[in-house]
């Protein structure tokens, strides 16, 4: 069936690295994707998306992946700052579906 | 604009009560959805809605019904609760087709005892 994973339950990095948070999909058929950020307490917030058609996003500070042959998303987040630290989601939209798949999730905590 | 909104932000329920909450967004927004987030896990889909009078099931529909009577409102209702409904509970609306970027509210927690 569909699936959108996270490889690492878990990161841990320090103040002012880069993270690199990934996500694995598996519906060839999806051709939108997208990550969102959630703080404790609140609901999922926009970061960025991208479409079937590009292999690379960039945003203020995020950089968005897209590997279509090992189905592959990654989310890259320059000089990580204290407030990135939350749960980060990859989804995928398999077809035009106006629905949305969504992986399990990544906490990253940020070390002062 | 307040975005997406829910109402209440939290909840205790006893087994086999009933109760609707309710999300509305002032987007103007074709889309809506709710989902339901456990311990651990992502967002799952419970129902969602591609217009005014229109619903369909997600991923995890069973006990819960929804309703779109007006494009600005989704309610999403619990006939007879159960502890296994107990959650945080997101709606997010988006604009429809071909912009699908779905916005999220600040969810609502719900406790059945």
């Known amino acids: 069936g569909e699936s959108v994973g996270l490889h690492l339950p878990t990161l841990s990095v320090q103040e002012g690295d880069n993270s690199i948070i990934n996500c694995a999909y598996s519906?060839?058929?999806?051709?939108?994707f997208i990550w969102y950020k959630q703080e404790s307490g609140k609901g999922p917030q926009f970061i960025i998306d991208?479409?079937?058609?590009?292999d690379k996003r960039q945003g203020q500070r995020v950089t968005v992946l897209l590997n279509k042959t090992v189905k592959h998303l990654s989310l890259q987040i320059a000089a990580t700052q204290p407030g990135d630290s939350a749960v980060y989601f990859c989804?995928?939209?398999?077809?035009?579906?106006?629905?949305?798949?969504f992986g399990q999730g990544t906490t990253l905590q940020v070390k002062p | 604009n307040a975005g997406v909104t829910q109402t209440p932000k939290f909840r205790v329920l006893k087994t086999g009560q009933s109760m609707t909450l309710l999300c509305a967004q002032d987007?103007?927004?074709?889309?809506m959805y709710w989902y339901r987030q456990d311990p651990g896990m992502g967002l799952r889909l419970i129902h969602y809605s591609v217009g005014e009078g229109t619903t369909a099931k997600g991923e995890v529909p069973d006990g819960y019904n929804v309703s779109r009577l007006k494009k600005q409102n989704f309610l999403l209702g619990l006939e007879s609760a159960a502890p296994s409904q107990t959650s945080v509970y997101f709606c997010a609306s988006s604009p429809g087709v071909g912009k699908e970027t779905q916005y999220f509210g600040p969810g609502t927690r719900l406790l059945v005892l």
């Open positions: 519906n060839s058929a999806s051709d939108y």
């Open positions: 991208i479409r079937s058609n590009m």
């Open positions: 987007m103007n927004h074709e889309y």
């Open positions: 989804a995928e939209r398999p077809g035009n579906t106006g629905k949305l798949i």
